[in-house]
């Protein structure tokens, strides 16, 4: 079995400072993928970025890099340069790799970037 | 790429009605997945595609749930006798085998009264 836990409920930032939102994980599987999504108001679950348990170096894309610290089991979301347009719910997900399983998600941060 | 499609956005029923929502995945995936969201939760898994073939099931998924992929292309979700507790929102998503991301629909919203 799968787990993912997300302690901060909601979190405050400041426009253009970075963020780090927590990722905590829990799995039997020797190999897996760790995902952030974003949810924003509208619904849509858009994908973030993605980390393999066994890549060698923390995954990045664009203003987002995932902070990944595997004897630790933590996969922490960095959000650089804040935007307003960030607003939203943050959810950290897993799943084994390879395979079409389901992916686990966590229960969400909610985000509110502030001028 | 016209994304995940699902139709309705949003439907209100009565306790006791049947439901039946629509999602049209990314041409070309062939896995589909069906989740269900619950107001400050994260989305649970419900069931699973791969092409026409439906894989896997949670155990969330009640008899009164099912779900159809005929000819691999778009899915269904039909719930029947409606109950307050199925309020929550529905969320499709798509992937291709051999590619971890999927991709996710706006989702249905489904208010039972």
């Known amino acids: 079995a799968q787990k993912i836990t997300q302690t901060q409920p909601g979190m405050f930032v400041q426009e253009k400072e970075a963020v780090t939102l927590d990722c905590t994980y829990d799995?039997?599987?020797?190999?897996?993928?760790l995902f952030w999504y974003k949810q924003p108001s509208s619904g849509e679950m858009i994908f973030l970025i993605y980390q393999g348990s066994y890549d060698e170096q923390n995954a990045t894309e664009g203003r987002y890099s995932l902070n990944f610290q595997k004897a630790r089991k933590s996969a922490n979301l960095v959000i650089s340069a804040s935007q307003l347009g960030d607003s939203a719910m943050y959810f950290c997900?897993?799943?084994?790799?390879?395979?079409?399983?389901?992916?686990?998600f966590g229960t969400g941060t909610r985000l509110q970037v502030t001028l | 790429d016209t994304g995940v499609s699902q139709n309705p956005r949003h439907k209100i029923t009565k306790r006791g009605q049947n439901v039946t929502f629509r999602c049209d995945p990314i041409s070309e995936h062939n896995r589909l997945y069906w989740y269900r969201q619950t107001l400050g939760q994260g989305p649970e898994f419900l069931t699973y595609f791969q092409n026409e073939a439906q894989l896997e099931k949670s155990r969330l998924l009640s008899d009164r749930f099912s779900a159809e992929r005929p000819k691999g292309s778009f899915s269904t979700l039909e719930i029947q006798r409606t109950e307050q507790g199925d309020s929550a929102m529905y969320l499709c998503?798509?992937?291709?085998?051999?590619?971890?991301?999927?991709?996710f629909g706006s989702g249905t919203q489904l208010s039972v009264l």
């Open positions: 998503a798509s992937s291709s085998a051999g590619r971890e991301k999927l991709f």
């Open positions: 997900a897993m799943r084994p790799t390879g395979t079409a399983s389901k992916l686990t």
């Open positions: 799995t039997s599987d020797q190999s897996y993928g």
